[in-house]
């Protein structure tokens, strides 16, 4: 039905989450009409996207070099550590303009995932990070679900041995929904109510 390069960027964009293959095909229609010299910069910001962005050394957050703005902000408070699922969560604290400590990103929760999958979560890196910066409080900031809830008190476990104040976020945010949809002053509400677990 559409010629083959047509196709295939259907293909890519119907991968994305919650694009479906009509919203693909308008998605690549748009981009068929606009003017070449757009299509072109919009490509070259794709590659440059697949190409140097990564993950922050230290927090696993989106970066564009080493440490991400965040960790590499020295004005940030770097005894504090927020502990969120991904970086979506990340924006979305930020957004409340309450928090002013560093970042760790798990890169998900302690879900029923077969083992590999939970290896792969950044939780002996947070402990190393624990052990070797000076950190004075840990806030947990996972989704209030039950597999964030289970995060959350898997990680209070492991860590309050260390002698770190461990504290969870305020219950603001609705049961069973995603940090990253909470409105602004909720979510900032949550995090100056947090409690100590």
Do not use: W
């Amino acid at each position: 039905m559409f010629p083959k390069l047509f196709q295939k960027l259907i293909d890519h964009f119907t991968a994305l989450p919650s694009v479906g293959p009509r919203m693909a095909e308008r998605l690549v229609l748009y981009l068929f009409k606009q003017d070449k010299k757009k299509i072109q910069q919009f490509a070259k910001d794709l590659y440059e996207f697949g190409s140097n962005l990564n993950y922050c050394e230290r927090c696993f957050h989106v970066a564009e070099e080493g440490l991400c703005e965040i960790c590499a902000d020295k004005k940030r408070d770097h005894s504090t550590i927020c502990v969120v699922e991904d970086p979506l969560d990340v924006i979305a604290v930020e957004k409340t303009r309450n928090y002013r400590g560093v970042y760790h990103v798990l890169g998900g929760n302690l879900s029923v995932m077969n083992e590999d999958e939970i290896r792969k979560l950044k939780i002996n890196e947070l402990l190393t990070r624990v052990k070797t910066e000076k950190i004075k409080e840990i806030i947990l900031a996972t989704n209030p679900t039950t597999d964030g809830e289970t995060t959350a008190l898997y990680l209070a476990r492991i860590i309050k041995p260390l002698k770190i104040k461990v504290t969870r976020i305020a219950r603001g945010l609705p049961t069973g929904g995603d940090i990253e949809y909470a409105d602004e002053v909720t979510l900032g509400s949550s995090i100056d109510g947090r409690r100590e677990i």
